[in-house]
C-alpha cells in the first residue's frame, strides 16, 4: 500500500473508536447504563455501514476518474445509483403486493439490488459491445435520467401520503437505525467491488496514455468495462440499498488523495476507499452531533459539503487544463 | 524478423495493401490526407482488424496472438499526445513496461537515458515542453523493448531541432535491430531518414521501395498531382515546386 494509504488508514483507525462515542449523546464506556449494548447494536453496525459505503463509493469514484480520464466523472453518473434508487422505490409500492414479504427488512435492500443490475444490465447491453467511451457515459446518463424520471412518476403516484413521505425521506440518505444485517449485505458486495476495480488497475494505468495507446499496451476495452460495470454495481448499488443516495463522495474523495499518490488512477483506489470510508464515517458522526430538532440527513450533508466543492473544482479546471488538476 | 500485410482491406480506408517489412531499418508510410496511412499503421499494430486480408507478425498471423503478448512486441505511439494525468515522468515512462508485468527499473532506465530524460525523471509532465513530451512518449514505448516501433506522425508537432533529435533516437533504435515504422506528412524527412517509403493513395500502394525511387518526382506527381522536384545532395535533400 502507498504512503496515501496508510495516512487514511491511520486516521481512520483514529476516528472510527471515536464514532462509536459520538453523539447527541456522548458514550463513556465506563459510566454510560448500557454503553455495550449500544455500542455493539447501534453504533458498531452504524459506523461499519458508513466505512463500508464510503469506501465503496471512493473507490468506485476513483475508478471512474481514471476510466474516463475526467476529474469530474463521479459514479452516480452512471445510472446505477439513480436504477437502485428506483428499486428501492419500487419496493414501497410492491411491498404490500407481495403480502408476507411487506414485512421484510430484505425487501428494500433487495429491490435496491435488483434496480442495480437491472441498470448495470441495461448499462452492459447498450455499451458493452464496442466498449466506447463516449456510448458509455452517454448511455449511463440516459438510464440515470430515465431511473429518475420512474423514481420521480413513482413518488407521484404515492398511495399516500405518508408513503410519499417515506421514499422522499429514504431518498435522501442516511444511516440512522440500521443494523448488523445491512453491514452483512453491504460488506462483502463492496469488497467484490472493490476487488474488481483492482483486478483492472493496469488497465485504468494504460487509459493514462489515451484509448489506441492502452489498447496497444494490451487493455481490452470490453472487459475493462464489464469489470467496472461490475464493480461500480456491487459498490454503489449494494451503497443505495442500505443507505439511500450518498452523493460527491465518489466525486470528491480522489481528489483529496490525488495529490498524496503518483496520481495514477492504480494508486488511488485503495486509498479513495480509505479516505471514502474516512469522509462518510467522519460526516455521519457530524450529523449525530449537531444540534438540530431532528437528524440532519447525512445525503443532505454530504451535498452541503460536495456542492461548493464541485463548483471550486470547476473554477480550478478554467485556469488550467483538466491533466493539471490535483 | 518480419511484419507482413497480406491484401489488407478495410472499410474503405484499405483497399488490398500488400507489403513485407524488415527490422534494423526505418520504414515511412507516406500519401495524401484520407490515403489510408494511419489506418494501415493501426492494422500493423493489431489495432484494428482488416475486413479482408491478414497481417503477420513473424509468419503468425497477428490476430492470433494475445493483446498483452503483442503488446510485448508491437510499440505504438498514437498521432495524438494524450498525457490524461499530470504523472511524473519516470511513471510514465514506466507505463511501457505494463505488458510484462514488471518493475523493468533496468529497461526504463535504459529508455530514458537513451532519450536524454534522466534529470527528468521526478518531473511531472506537465512542465515539460512539447519537444520533451515527445521525448517522454518515445521513451515510454522503448521501455517495453518491443520488436516494432511503429509511430503515427511523431514529428507534426516539433520544431525542427526536435525532429531531428527524436530521428536521431529512432534511427538509433532501427540501427540496434528494431523494425521502425512511421507515418510521415513531410516527404522531405522521409526522403532523407528513412530506408524504405510505402506510398499510399487512396487506400491503395502507389510505390514501395527505397526512399529515393518511392518518392521521385513522377510518383509525387501522380499520386498529389504536384509538379515537383528535389534539390541537393543525397541525405540533405529538399523538395521545390516547379
Not at chain 1, 459491445?129 to 431511473?147: D, W
Not at chain 1, 452541503?304 to 493539471?324: D, E, H, I, Y
Not at chain 2, 495524401?32 to 489495432?47: C, D, F, I, M, Q
Request: glycine share 12%; charged share 15%.
Amino acid at each position: 500500500m502507498n504512503r496515501a494509504g496508510w495516512i487514511f488508514l491511520g486516521l481512520l483507525f483514529v476516528a472510527l473508536p471515536l464514532s462509536l462515542l459520538a453523539g447527541r449523546v456522548w458514550i463513556d464506556p465506563a459510566t454510560t447504563p448500557n454503553a455495550a449494548v449500544i455500542l455493539a447494536e447501534l453504533r458498531l453496525p452504524r459506523a461499519l455501514l458508513a466505512v463500508t459505503v464510503g469506501a465503496g463509493l471512493g473507490a468506485a469514484g476513483a475508478a471512474m476518474q481514471g476510466y474516463l480520464r475526467n476529474p469530474l466523472a463521479d459514479p452516480g453518473l452512471f445510472g446505477i445509483a439513480p436504477g437502485a434508487a428506483l428499486g428501492a422505490v419500487a419496493s414501497f409500492w410492491f411491498g404490500p403486493i407481495l403480502g408476507i414479504w411487506a414485512a421484510s427488512v430484505w425487501l428494500l435492500p433487495a429491490f435496491a439490488l435488483v434496480g442495480a443490475a437491472g441498470a448495470m444490465g441495461l448499462l452492459a447491453l447498450i455499451a458493452g459491445r464496442t466498449g466506447g467511451i463516449a456510448l458509455f457515459t452517454l448511455a449511463g446518463m440516459m438510464i440515470a435520467s430515465l431511473a429518475g424520471a420512474l423514481t420521480s412518476l413513482a413518488i407521484s403516484f404515492a398511495p399516500n401520503a405518508f408513503a410519499m413521505s417515506e421514499i422522499v425521506t429514504w431518498l435522501m440518505g442516511a444511516l440512522t437505525d440500521r443494523s448488523w444485517r445491512e453491514v452483512c449485505l453491504a460488506a462483502p458486495l463492496t469488497l467484490a467491488g472493490i476487488a474488481c476495480f483492482w483486478i483492472v488497475r493496469r488497465d485504468l494505468d494504460a487509459l493514462i496514455l489515451g484509448d489506441a495507446a492502452a489498447r496497444s499496451l494490451g487493455m481490452r476495452p470490453e472487459i475493462l468495462q464489464a469489470w467496472l460495470i461490475a464493480g461500480v454495481g456491487f459498490t454503489v448499488g449494494s451503497g443505495v440499498a442500505v443507505a439511500g443516495i450518498l452523493g460527491f463522495v465518489g466525486l470528491i474523495v480522489p481528489h483529496l488523495v490525488r495529490p498524496l499518490t503518483d496520481r495514477k488512477p492504480s494508486s488511488l483506489i485503495v486509498p479513495s476507499a480509505l479516505a471514502g470510508a474516512l469522509l462518510v464515517l467522519v460526516a455521519d458522526s457530524i450529523v449525530r452531533i449537531l444540534p438540530t430538532v431532528t437528524e440532519l440527513r447525512l445525503g443532505i450533508a454530504l451535498s452541503l459539503v460536495g456542492a461548493p466543492f464541485f463548483l471550486w473544482l470547476l473554477l480550478r479546471m478554467r485556469r488550467g487544463s483538466a491533466g493539471q488538476l490535483a | 524478423m518480419t511484419l507482413s500485410a497480406q491484401e489488407v482491406a478495410l472499410d474503405g480506408r484499405l483497399a488490398g495493401v500488400t507489403a513485407t517489412l524488415d527490422t534494423g531499418a526505418i520504414t515511412a508510410i507516406c500519401g495524401p490526407n484520407g490515403a489510408g496511412k494511419s489506418t494501415l499503421l493501426s492494422v500493423l499494430a493489431g489495432l484494428l482488424m482488416p475486413d479482408s486480408g491478414t497481417v503477420e507478425l513473424d509468419g503468425m498471423a497477428l490476430a492470433s496472438l494475445h493483446p498483452r503478448a503483442r503488446a510485448k512486441r508491437m510499440g505504438y505511439l498514437p498521432q495524438e499526445p494524450v498525457i490524461a494525468w499530470d504523472v511524473a515522468v519516470r511513471r510514465l515512462v514506466a507505463l511501457g513496461r505494463l505488458p510484462h508485468r514488471d518493475r523493468g527499473d533496468v529497461q526504463i532506465d535504459a529508455a530514458m537515458k537513451a532519450l536524454d530524460l534522466t534529470e527528468f525523471a521526478g518531473h511531472p509532465v506537465s512542465r515539460l515542453s512539447g519537444g520533451e513530451r515527445a521525448r517522454v512518449l518515445l521513451a515510454r514505448v522503448l521501455s517495453g523493448e518491443p520488436d516494432w516501433i511503429l509511430a503515427d506522425e511523431p514529428l507534426a508537432a516539433l520544431d525542427l531541432g526536435h525532429r531531428l533529435g527524436l530521428l536521431r533516437h529512432l534511427r538509433r533504435e532501427a540501427d540496434k535491430g528494431r523494425g521502425v515504422v512511421l507515418v510521415l506528412h513531410d516527404l522531405s524527412l522521409a526522403m532523407n531518414h528513412a530506408d524504405r517509403v510505402l506510398v499510399l493513395d487512396e487506400g491503395r500502394l502507389a510505390a514501395d521501395g527505397p526512399a529515393a525511387d518511392a518518392l521521385a518526382a513522377k510518383v509525387i506527381e501522380r499520386v498529389w498531382s504536384v509538379s515537383t522536384r528535389w534539390i541537393g545532395d543525397p541525405g540533405a535533400r529538399a523538395l521545390v515546386s516547379g
